[in-house]
Protein backbone atom coordinates (compact mmCIF):
# COMPACT_ATOMS: atom_id res chain seq x y z
CA UNK A 1 0.00 0.00 0.00
CA UNK A 2 1.39 3.57 -0.66
CA UNK A 3 2.42 6.23 1.74
CA UNK A 4 -0.61 8.11 0.11
CA UNK A 5 -3.57 5.16 0.94
CA UNK A 6 -2.05 4.71 4.32
CA UNK A 7 -2.58 8.40 4.81
CA UNK A 8 -5.88 8.53 3.26
CA UNK A 9 -7.20 5.32 5.84
CA UNK A 10 -5.46 6.67 8.80
CA UNK A 11 -7.58 10.38 8.39
CA UNK A 12 -11.06 7.72 7.78
CA UNK A 13 -10.72 6.04 11.22
CA UNK A 14 -10.52 7.41 14.53
CA UNK A 15 -9.35 5.55 17.54
CA UNK A 16 -12.61 5.20 19.10
CA UNK A 17 -13.96 2.68 16.32
CA UNK A 18 -10.77 0.17 17.09
CA UNK A 19 -11.55 0.65 20.92
CA UNK A 20 -15.54 -0.21 20.27
CA UNK A 21 -14.77 -2.93 18.24
CA UNK A 22 -11.91 -4.52 20.99
CA UNK A 23 -15.17 -3.79 23.56
CA UNK A 24 -13.96 -0.73 25.41
CA UNK A 25 -16.31 1.88 26.56
CA UNK A 26 -16.33 5.63 26.99
CA UNK A 27 -15.95 6.92 30.08
CA UNK A 28 -18.09 10.02 29.69
CA UNK A 29 -17.46 11.02 33.88
CA UNK A 30 -13.85 11.17 33.31
CA UNK A 31 -13.26 12.12 29.90
CA UNK A 32 -12.77 15.83 28.05
CA UNK A 33 -13.57 17.11 24.23
CA UNK A 34 -10.35 16.72 24.48
CA UNK A 35 -9.10 14.07 26.06
CA UNK A 36 -11.88 10.84 26.13
CA UNK A 37 -10.71 8.27 28.49
CA UNK A 38 -12.22 4.53 26.99
CA UNK A 39 -11.95 1.49 29.81
CA UNK A 40 -12.27 -2.11 29.62
CA UNK A 41 -11.62 -3.75 32.64
CA UNK A 42 -8.30 -2.22 34.24
CA UNK A 43 -7.52 -1.04 30.37
CA UNK A 44 -7.71 1.99 29.93
CA UNK A 45 -6.88 4.29 26.88
CA UNK A 46 -6.96 8.15 26.12
CA UNK A 47 -7.99 9.46 22.60
CA UNK A 48 -6.89 12.64 21.73
CA UNK A 49 -6.23 14.85 19.01
CA UNK A 50 -10.04 14.73 17.70
CA UNK A 51 -9.77 10.87 17.55
CA UNK A 52 -6.39 10.54 15.49
CA UNK A 53 -4.05 9.57 18.54
CA UNK A 54 -3.88 8.04 21.73
CA UNK A 55 -1.89 7.08 24.88
CA UNK A 56 -1.54 4.90 28.00
CA UNK A 57 -1.89 6.74 31.33
CA UNK A 58 -0.89 3.70 33.17
CA UNK A 59 2.16 2.80 30.73
CA UNK A 60 4.12 4.30 28.11
CA UNK A 61 2.34 3.43 24.99
CA UNK A 62 1.22 5.59 22.44
CA UNK A 63 0.90 6.40 18.30
CA UNK A 64 -1.95 6.75 16.13
CA UNK A 65 -4.68 4.12 14.82
CA UNK A 66 -2.42 1.56 13.65
CA UNK A 67 0.27 1.43 16.85
CA UNK A 68 -3.19 1.43 18.65
CA UNK A 69 -3.97 -1.87 16.76
CA UNK A 70 -0.51 -3.35 17.24
CA UNK A 71 -1.31 -2.41 21.07
CA UNK A 72 -4.39 -4.12 21.76
CA UNK A 73 -3.60 -7.04 19.89
CA UNK A 74 0.30 -7.56 19.59
CA UNK A 75 0.12 -8.06 15.98
CA UNK A 76 2.48 -6.41 12.92
CA UNK A 77 1.87 -2.93 10.98
CA UNK A 78 0.72 -5.02 7.63
CA UNK A 79 -1.75 -7.07 10.48
CA UNK A 80 -2.51 -3.78 11.96
CA UNK A 81 -3.29 -1.88 8.39
CA UNK A 82 -5.62 -4.33 7.44
CA UNK A 83 -7.80 -4.26 10.43
CA UNK A 84 -7.97 -0.67 10.30
CA UNK A 85 -9.32 -0.95 6.78
CA UNK A 86 -12.15 -3.22 7.69
CA UNK A 87 -12.95 -0.18 10.28
CA UNK A 88 -13.70 2.26 6.94
CA UNK A 89 -17.24 3.61 7.26
CA UNK A 90 -17.79 2.94 11.20
CA UNK A 91 -18.86 5.34 13.21
CA UNK A 92 -18.11 5.03 16.86
CA UNK A 93 -20.45 6.84 19.28
CA UNK A 94 -20.06 9.83 20.55
CA UNK A 95 -20.44 11.18 24.04
CA UNK A 96 -23.07 13.97 25.21
CA UNK A 97 -21.03 16.82 26.55
CA UNK A 98 -22.67 18.67 28.80
CA UNK A 99 -20.18 21.57 28.99
CA UNK A 100 -19.22 24.14 26.04
CA UNK A 101 -16.22 23.61 24.57
CA UNK A 102 -12.80 25.00 25.49
CA UNK A 103 -11.28 24.81 21.80
CA UNK A 104 -10.14 28.40 22.16
CA UNK A 105 -6.51 28.70 23.48
CA UNK A 106 -5.97 30.33 26.93
CA UNK A 107 -5.28 33.77 26.97
CA UNK A 108 -2.92 33.36 30.27
CA UNK A 109 -0.39 31.15 31.35
CA UNK A 110 -0.68 27.97 33.55
CA UNK A 111 0.79 30.14 37.15
CA UNK A 112 -1.47 33.32 35.79
CA UNK A 113 -4.93 31.63 35.08
CA UNK A 114 -4.64 29.94 39.09
CA UNK A 115 -3.88 33.40 40.65
CA UNK A 116 -6.51 35.01 38.51
CA UNK A 117 -9.28 32.33 40.58
CA UNK A 118 -10.63 33.32 43.84
CA UNK A 119 -10.11 30.85 46.72
CA UNK A 120 -13.20 29.55 48.29
CA UNK A 121 -14.76 30.74 51.20
CA UNK A 122 -17.61 30.03 53.19
CA UNK A 123 -20.61 30.11 51.72
CA UNK A 124 -18.97 29.84 47.95
CA UNK A 125 -20.34 27.88 45.41
CA UNK A 126 -17.21 25.64 45.60
CA UNK A 127 -17.63 25.97 49.35
CA UNK A 128 -21.07 24.47 49.57
CA UNK A 129 -20.27 21.50 46.65
CA UNK A 130 -17.04 20.68 48.84
CA UNK A 131 -19.32 20.85 52.32
CA UNK A 132 -22.82 19.80 51.13
CA UNK A 133 -22.36 17.64 48.54
CA UNK A 134 -19.00 15.78 48.87
CA UNK A 135 -19.29 15.89 52.96
CA UNK A 136 -15.87 17.06 53.64
CA UNK A 137 -15.41 18.97 57.06
CA UNK A 138 -14.89 22.46 57.30
CA UNK A 139 -11.30 21.73 58.74
CA UNK A 140 -10.08 19.93 55.62
CA UNK A 141 -11.16 22.06 53.36
CA UNK A 142 -10.31 25.10 55.12
CA UNK A 143 -6.64 23.64 55.65
CA UNK A 144 -6.55 22.84 51.66
CA UNK A 145 -7.38 26.76 51.46
CA UNK A 146 -4.98 28.41 53.49
CA UNK A 147 -2.08 25.92 51.60
CA UNK A 148 -3.06 27.33 48.28
CA UNK A 149 -4.61 24.19 46.74
CA UNK A 150 -8.50 25.32 45.99
CA UNK A 151 -9.64 27.98 43.68
CA UNK A 152 -13.04 28.54 42.71
CA UNK A 153 -13.91 27.28 39.11
CA UNK A 154 -16.87 27.61 37.06
CA UNK A 155 -20.66 26.61 37.92
CA UNK A 156 -19.77 25.63 41.71
CA UNK A 157 -16.64 23.50 40.21
CA UNK A 158 -13.41 23.13 42.42
CA UNK A 159 -9.96 23.52 41.48
CA UNK A 160 -7.49 21.38 42.98
CA UNK A 161 -3.49 22.38 42.63
CA UNK A 162 -1.08 19.85 41.05
CA UNK A 163 2.31 21.07 41.58
CA UNK A 164 5.94 19.99 41.28
CA UNK A 165 8.64 18.99 43.29
CA UNK A 166 9.66 22.58 43.81
CA UNK A 167 6.05 23.20 44.38
CA UNK A 168 5.56 25.15 41.04
CA UNK A 169 1.34 24.89 40.13
CA UNK A 170 1.34 22.60 37.37
CA UNK A 171 -2.39 22.22 36.43
CA UNK A 172 -5.35 21.56 38.59
CA UNK A 173 -7.90 18.96 38.67
CA UNK A 174 -11.56 20.22 37.93
CA UNK A 175 -14.61 18.76 39.93
CA UNK A 176 -18.26 19.60 39.88
CA UNK A 177 -21.77 18.52 39.97
CA UNK A 178 -21.72 18.66 36.00
CA UNK A 179 -18.28 18.04 35.11
CA UNK A 180 -15.27 16.81 35.86
CA UNK A 181 -11.84 17.03 33.93
CA UNK A 182 -8.43 18.79 34.28
CA UNK A 183 -6.81 22.19 33.35
CA UNK A 184 -6.52 22.95 29.54
CA UNK A 185 -3.02 23.01 28.84
CA UNK A 186 -1.57 22.04 32.36
CA UNK A 187 0.06 18.82 33.28
CA UNK A 188 -0.60 16.29 35.86
CA UNK A 189 1.87 16.08 38.41
CA UNK A 190 0.70 15.01 42.16
CA UNK A 191 -2.16 16.88 44.47
CA UNK A 192 -0.39 17.64 47.71
CA UNK A 193 -2.67 17.78 51.42
CA UNK A 194 -0.23 17.83 54.16
CA UNK A 195 3.24 18.50 55.52
CA UNK A 196 6.02 18.22 53.03
CA UNK A 197 8.35 16.65 55.29
CA UNK A 198 5.44 13.66 56.11
CA UNK A 199 6.95 10.36 55.38
CA UNK A 200 3.70 8.63 55.24
CA UNK A 201 2.61 8.62 51.83
CA UNK A 202 -1.00 7.80 50.99
CA UNK A 203 -1.69 8.25 47.20
CA UNK A 204 -4.96 8.28 46.29
CA UNK A 205 -6.90 8.79 42.54
CA UNK A 206 -8.41 12.42 42.91
CA UNK A 207 -7.99 15.59 45.14
CA UNK A 208 -11.73 14.77 46.96
CA UNK A 209 -10.67 11.13 48.13
CA UNK A 210 -7.27 12.70 49.26
CA UNK A 211 -9.23 15.69 50.83
CA UNK A 212 -11.82 12.53 52.19
CA UNK A 213 -9.26 10.57 53.40
CA UNK A 214 -7.64 13.04 55.79
CA UNK A 215 -10.80 13.88 57.07
CA UNK A 216 -11.84 10.19 57.57
CA UNK A 217 -8.37 9.84 59.44
CA UNK A 218 -8.13 13.55 60.97
CA UNK A 219 -5.27 15.05 59.00
CA UNK A 220 -2.51 13.06 60.68
CA UNK A 221 0.66 15.02 61.36
CA UNK A 222 2.86 12.83 60.14
CA UNK A 223 0.86 11.91 56.49
CA UNK A 224 0.93 13.38 53.22
CA UNK A 225 -1.89 13.41 51.39
CA UNK A 226 -1.84 12.93 47.57
CA UNK A 227 -3.58 12.89 44.21
CA UNK A 228 -2.56 11.66 40.69
CA UNK A 229 -5.78 12.55 39.42
CA UNK A 230 -6.99 9.70 37.30
CA UNK A 231 -3.87 9.09 35.55
CA UNK A 232 -0.04 8.43 35.58
CA UNK A 233 2.52 10.35 33.60
CA UNK A 234 6.40 10.06 34.15
CA UNK A 235 6.34 13.35 36.21
CA UNK A 236 3.95 11.75 38.23
CA UNK A 237 5.94 8.37 38.67
CA UNK A 238 8.96 11.01 39.32
CA UNK A 239 7.64 13.06 41.63
CA UNK A 240 6.71 10.00 44.06
CA UNK A 241 9.61 8.49 43.19
CA UNK A 242 11.83 11.57 44.88
CA UNK A 243 9.44 11.46 47.94
CA UNK A 244 9.38 7.60 48.53
CA UNK A 245 13.49 7.73 48.22
CA UNK A 246 13.55 9.84 51.81
CA UNK A 247 14.83 7.34 54.46
CA UNK A 248 11.97 6.07 56.83
CA UNK A 249 9.24 6.82 53.86
CA UNK A 250 6.20 4.79 53.60
CA UNK A 251 4.44 4.23 50.18
CA UNK A 252 0.57 3.52 50.80
CA UNK A 253 -1.34 2.78 47.92
CA UNK A 254 -4.99 4.15 48.90
CA UNK A 255 -6.42 3.93 45.18
CA UNK A 256 -9.94 2.82 44.28
CA UNK A 257 -11.52 -0.56 45.57
CA UNK A 258 -11.62 -1.70 42.13
CA UNK A 259 -9.84 -2.97 39.07
CA UNK A 260 -8.09 0.50 38.16
CA UNK A 261 -7.42 1.09 41.92
CA UNK A 262 -5.51 -2.79 41.91
CA UNK A 263 -3.85 -1.25 38.63
CA UNK A 264 -2.64 1.85 40.50
CA UNK A 265 -1.66 0.37 43.76
CA UNK A 266 0.52 -2.13 41.47
CA UNK A 267 2.62 0.77 40.40
CA UNK A 268 3.50 2.19 43.52
CA UNK A 269 4.52 -1.76 44.51
CA UNK A 270 7.19 -0.85 41.84
CA UNK A 271 8.26 2.34 42.70
CA UNK A 272 8.92 0.95 46.46
CA UNK A 273 11.11 -1.54 44.94
CA UNK A 274 12.92 0.80 42.78
CA UNK A 275 13.39 3.24 45.69
CA UNK A 276 13.99 0.94 48.81
CA UNK A 277 10.37 2.58 50.77
CA UNK A 278 7.74 0.86 52.92
CA UNK A 279 4.54 0.30 50.89
CA UNK A 280 0.91 -0.64 51.92
CA UNK A 281 -2.57 -1.01 50.94
CA UNK A 282 -5.21 0.94 52.12
CA UNK A 283 -8.34 -0.46 50.85
CA UNK A 284 -11.68 2.39 51.03
CA UNK A 285 -14.71 0.50 52.67
CA UNK A 286 -16.47 1.91 49.48
CA UNK A 287 -15.49 2.24 45.96
CA UNK A 288 -13.62 5.29 47.07
CA UNK A 289 -12.53 7.46 50.02
CA UNK A 290 -15.36 10.12 48.98
CA UNK A 291 -18.04 7.12 48.92
CA UNK A 292 -16.30 6.21 52.64
CA UNK A 293 -16.73 9.63 53.65
CA UNK A 294 -20.38 10.24 52.87
CA UNK A 295 -20.76 6.93 53.93
CA UNK A 296 -19.80 7.81 57.42
CA UNK A 297 -21.19 10.92 57.89
CA UNK A 298 -24.54 9.51 57.36
CA UNK A 299 -24.41 7.13 59.61
CA UNK A 300 -23.38 9.91 62.28
CA UNK A 301 -26.23 11.66 61.50
Request: some cysteine; proline content about 4%; overall charge negative.
Amino acid sequence: MEREDIDELRSQVKCAAVLEQAGFGIDQKESTRKAMKYRRNAEIIIVIHDGKGWFDPLGESKGDVFNLVEHLQGVRFVEAMHEVAGLVGFVPSEPVWKRESRDRKPDLSIPERWRTRRKPWKGSATWRYLIDERGLSERIVRIAISTNLLREGPHSSMWAAHADNDGAITGWEERGPDWRGFASGGAKVLFRLGRPEALRLCVTEAAIDAMSLAAIEEMGAGTLYLSAGGGWSPATSEALSRLAERPGAELVAATDANAQGEVFAERLLEIAEQTGSAWSRLLPPHDDWNDALRARNKERE
